[in-house]
């Protein structure tokens, strides 16, 4: 069991690395479930992911409230990782982005397929949900415990899934894991969109995906883990 | 009522700001409205953006005519800041650029129009102004009274208007929200780009645009601006 | 007339901008007429752009012989910068690059035209010069004399040249001028390639081309110039 | 003959070239053939290349086995470059990358040819590889010998090969050659993709191409290397 202050570090580190690497801008966010009680979660304040530090993390239960808020102000959108964390016990990290290459697909009728090796953790197939579907003319933010709830039940047993007009959710086993979904979702549609263009696309076969899965691991998270870290400024913690 | 000092520094963060994020090169400029004099309005001399300090501000009436020149050279452009201020009470800020993906939309019959909730700003659609249509063959540059006078009028009560040829000017009611839209106004032209290539896209609904708008204010602005001052190595000041 | 060691800077610090606006990568040249000597061009020794010094600068004759080599290896291509200054008086600058977005408009029947007013001074259209319809199977470079009048005579009165299968010259009254076009040059194919994309073109008009050519000057001019040697580390100079 | 020392120092900095020039991300590597025993290659632990010191490269045999490992886990993938060295005794340096413009030729019928004087040295024309031909449904890795050696039998007596879902491998006389290749391999991509959309493509003629590899040596080569080397931070070394 990863031990708490460890895993605060894992999170500011996770936010300078997903800002970095240009898949979050000042918005967007990434949590953890919390390490010694599996119904809270951390997740910062209400501030842009580069420039996030310890101090900045909180701490809220599934349906959003903060437990020692201390006068920081928390995102709206919390509900997404509460929604999430509820209702899927093998996820303990989260992460909600507005990954530039990845919202075409959330407003048109093109699904993403993973078609890249480094790809297949985003899934066989990425889904879209919309949250005007059920609740009509919005903001288009997540920002209470329905909402949430509604947005985990279209994920499903995915771990990504689009958001029409606003985005993309991952979920993952550990934050590592999650950080390395994020960016090789943005990586993914980024070439399908200049792959689309040029012709049909031979993506991965359902059994290859399967076989990158199965392999994926520390092996694999760590050497991109060190590399991100270190272009991000944050030092490298090989094992949590 | 903020501080002409404040101001000053805050026009000049607006400057580097948005050199940093790409939405100016060596051109373009953000004015804004005199704090203690609403019939007169701050810019810098004739300067690329990346390089404006607070000397460079000067202050200059609707007419574009320079308080205290201390020769220093104005922008030509000026006139675009004096008749939009002129024409629109409510606007304290406004920024001209030339925003590269912005560009094809104004020389194209596609309109611009908001797909990403970041982007609802931008407006219901964003029109555009053709130089032509009234002064014939130019340099395209809104260089006396008349022409921004026009282009104010061709912009109503909206707050983006393209210039066909030549960029695009943003209009809000203070220089955080104008910086704000402007960044937007050019990510969603790039999105939006992308997703035309691959089918018929789903804009924002009428009623989605309204509720981001009503919602945005300096929860939203300050997380981006906090993020957007230390990118640009500039110091960030919560409130003006 | 500027003094030789001003050009010599003025030289350095055109090559510099050029490979930190991504116009040249770890090829192509920038030349000026010899300030003393209108018979000789003064260009670097074979070296990345990025990385030349005052020290590499070598003086040429038009026909490209070196006039102290001092056993420094000239580029093979000065070539182009001789049979230009030949055949074109009004000129005292050339650049040759790779520009990237240039090189499709080279292999492909599209034309290059200015459509933002910025880029009028690529001139009202952009020919193409294909060394294989004279010289046949080369390495396509511009190796002798022969060649060199060959690109200057295709080119004729205009600034700009594309060539099929390898970049495009660029040449103008002085080095700032000749940067200039080339960096918009590189702007208008990034931008004409987009806008292709989404339907029929709004060009500037042949009257507009005109007009802005007609008032591009210092005031232009050194607002890019001081922005673009500040960003390459550069001193900036005022007046040559 | 180079020295050990030198080579395994040219490893680290064409490691750190390839990651900054944006051909490798945090997967890939670049290896060479032993100086003192062409029955042997040198090639990183499983690092990412922008990481990578000289402590960092082992020795292996043309079967992947490591000879002298000290606890240092090896790429998966190093049967890649056995299968090469094995089949080319004219190759001495061998690059496997997922070259993002590059990874949409391996999975659309599109051919990759080279359309620039710059990337005659990717070939005539650009093969393609499918683990899933011989090898069905796997992680797309080559993990073994023999999944190594079909590629190498792929790739016949190119210098390139792009591989299905995966991305691409180059082989060259050296480690320089073999960078130089690879960088150009992804310009020629991308300029590919961009001309592709705009028409018909006039791509380089076989004598163009044959003309252009004949003439490459340091003079070329050598030119770009200092220039990668000072942007990555590495010592040039004019000689190896």
């Given at each position: 069991m990863p031990k708490l202050q460890n895993v605060l570090e894992e999170i500011v580190t996770a936010n300078r690395i997903l800002a970095h690497e240009g898949v979050v801008d000042s918005f967007g966010h990434v949590s953890s479930r919390h390490p010694d009680n599996p119904n809270h979660f951390l997740l910062s304040r209400a501030r842009a992911p580069e420039r996030i530090d310890v101090d900045d993390i909180m701490e809220f239960t599934l349906?959003?409230?903060?437990?020692?808020?201390?006068g920081r102000a928390p995102y709206l959108e919390r509900f997404i990782h509460g929604g999430i964390y509820e209702a899927r016990p093998d996820v303990n990290s989260v992460v909600h982005n507005h990954s530039p290459s990845v919202i075409p697909f959330g407003i048109t009728d093109k699904k993403l397929k993973p078609l890249l090796h480094m790809c297949a953790n985003i899934g066989q197939q990425v889904g879209c949900w919309d949250s005007?579907?059920?609740?009509?003319?919005?903001?288009?933010?997540?920002?209470?415990v329905a909402m949430g709830r509604d947005l985990a039940k279209a994920m499903g047993k995915d771990r990504t899934i689009l958001m029409r007009g606003h985005g993309a959710t991952v979920c993952a086993p550990n934050v590592r894991h999650c950080v390395f979904i994020s960016i090789y979702l943005e990586v993914n549609a980024k070439l399908q969109m200049q792959a689309m263009a040029m012709g049909d696309i031979k993506f991965l076969t359902p059994g290859e995906v399967d076989k990158v899965i199965a392999r994926t691991g520390p092996y694999t998270l760590n050497r991109a883990w060190e590399n991100w870290c270190r272009r991000a400024g944050r030092p490298f913690v090989a094992e949590l």
């Open positions: 349906e959003g409230e903060p437990v020692n808020p201390g005007h579907d059920k609740f009509g003319d919005t903001a288009l933010l997540v920002e209470d």
